[in-house]
């Protein structure tokens, strides 16, 4: 089977090279004229694990592609699949411009029988105005032809997208005919030879699944975020807690960590745009409003804590951040809670120094050089009157806390992972703060 992917980006690319895995004939297309020379030499223009390795073996076995004309290649596949970004709208809504723009020119130039699948996350009603705007393009040219419309939302995590995808939880397929289903059955029949079962549903049940999943992960985050601050306040410890409530198997102990608020590239925008669906149906998504307003909050709370601790005197500091992606094993920096931090540092006359294992030049792209990059941990610590734990790579799991002192100017550490242990850092000498813990000294 020949089938293209449309969009090269974090889930394009996984997916192409994935089903060229299996031995599926993939183009993967992108507009980005760099991105594509650099993938025609094996270089993947982003850090996945695994992706390099998968990525370089199937361009030499000639089952994977690039190419950045859609046009030219759409009569000789099966399966086109859309992959392309839906960034947020000004209103908070998801910008469909380039998954209508993949749309307009499949139907420009189809001239056969195709499946268009949408694997981007778009709202519901997304599948008939995909089905919209390839009509009216067959409709100037006067052709009669058939199509599917399918919506195939992606759960993959960045950091773990290629496990995700060769060994989905579930595969949600929203089809119209008998024709789209069996098709995409065939398709994903490879990924689910261990009984990881394909969804099959309606189309905009399968679009709202997409948002409804997302919604519910950040909610446990802004939920357990909420209970976090709380026990700060009374004395309690939200290690305990989690671990306390995680036990119980209604709710299980996944997606329970208390930290300094979600970030990339789903769910703040994929929140935002269910709530403005919402809205579209007169309908006011409480309960989701209250997991956006509480992640917002949250990114701040590390800087407050570091406000409290030196008095509000923050001018002049030196403040050392480790991480800089929105979570580890990925150098995604959208919408990461270190752009906020580091924003509100600068403004409060700070000097920061970072270091990130992976995301130094997207943080350099998005950051530019208001801070300083350093190029190992240690290096970043230099003088530092602080250190601020923002993204928990593996690698700032065990620090050598001798070493680190003797670089710091002041011996004080707030973790905003909770990946330390407070004893162990009391008794190595440093005033610890982490999140979700009562500390007297704040
Ligand atoms: N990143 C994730 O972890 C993740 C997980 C699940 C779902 N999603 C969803 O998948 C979609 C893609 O996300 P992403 O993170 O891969 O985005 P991305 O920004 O990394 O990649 C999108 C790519 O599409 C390309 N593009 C835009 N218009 C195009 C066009 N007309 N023709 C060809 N290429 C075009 C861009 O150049 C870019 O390379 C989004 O809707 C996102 O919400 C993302």
Same mark, same amino acid.
């Given at each position: ?62 089952? =994977? ?21 839906? !960034? ?15 749309? /307009? ?13 949408? &694997? ?32 195939? !939302?992606?759960?993959? &995590?960045?950091? $773990? ?19 789209? /289903?069996?098709?995409?059955?065939? =398709? ?15 189309? !905009? ?9 997302? $919604? ?25 807690? /989690? ?102 540092? =600068? ?15 997207? $943080? ?32 700032? /799991? ?23 242990? !407070? ?20």
């Amino acid at each position: 089977m020949k089938i293209a992917i449309v969009g090269s980006g974090y889930v394009g690319l996984v997916t192409g090279a994935c089903f060229a895995e299996v031995g599926i004939d993939v183009t993967c297309v992108d507009i980005d004229t760099a991105k594509i020379e650099k993938l025609k030499n094996g270089v993947s223009p982003i850090y996945e694990p695994g992706l390099d390795e998968m990525l370089k073996r199937n361009l030499e076995r000639g089952r =994977l592609s690039f190419t950045t004309d859609l046009s030219s290649c759409v009569n000789e596949m099966e399966v086109i699949f859309s992959a392309v970004g839906t !960034p947020p709208d000004e209103d908070g809504s998801a910008d469909l411009k380039y998954v209508l723009d993949v749309a /307009r020119t499949v139907g420009k130039y189809m001239s056969k029988h195709l499946i268009v699948v949408t &694997k981007s996350t778009v709202p519901v009603g997304t599948a008939k105005k995909v089905r919209k705007a390839i009509q009216e393009e067959l409709d100037k040219r006067g052709e009669n032809l058939t199509f599917d419309v399918v919506s195939n !939302p992606e759960f993959l &995590k960045e950091g $773990a997208a290629i496990e995700d995808f060769m060994r989905p939880d579930r595969i949600v397929v929203g089809v119209e005919t008998d024709y789209a /289903r069996e098709v995409m059955t065939r =398709l994903y029949r490879p990924f689910t030879l261990n009984n990881h079962p394909v969804i099959f549903m309606d189309v !905009p049940s399968a679009e709202m699944t997409k948002y409804a999943a997302n $919604a519910m992960l950040a909610t446990r985050i802004s939920f357990m975020n909420d209970i976090a601050n709380l026990c700060e306040l009374v004395g309690a410890n939200v290690n305990m807690v /989690r671990k306390g409530i995680g036990s119980d198997t209604r709710i299980g102990n996944k997606f329970l960590y208390s930290g300094i608020g979600y970030g990339g590239s789903c769910f703040p925008k994929d929140v935002k745009a269910l709530i403005k669906t919402g809205e579209e149906n007169k309908y006011k998504l409480r309960i989701i409003q209250a997991v956006e307003d509480v992640n917002e909050d949250q990114k701040s709370v590390l800087f407050h804590k570091l406000e409290k601790y030196f008095k509000g005197n923050l001018s002049g500091l030196t403040i050392t951040i480790w991480g800089l992606s929105f979570k580890p094993q990925t150098d995604d920096m959208r919408e990461a809670p270190s752009i906020v931090l580091i924003e509100k540092l =600068l403004k409060a006359g700070c000097k920061v120094k970072a270091y990130d294992p992976a995301a130094m030049e997207e $943080a350099q792209h998005r950051i530019g050089n208001a801070i300083e990059y350093s190029k190992d941990p240690l290096d970043a610590l230099l003088d530092a009157d602080a250190l601020l734990l923002v993204t928990e790579w593996i690698e700032f /799991r065990f620090p050598n806390y001798k070493v680190m002192q003797k670089l710091m100017s002041k011996h004080v550490i707030f973790d905003g992972r909770n990946i330390y242990d !407070p004893q162990e850092m009391k008794e190595a000498g440093f005033d610890y703060f982490c999140i979700g813990l009562s500390n007297e000294k704040l």
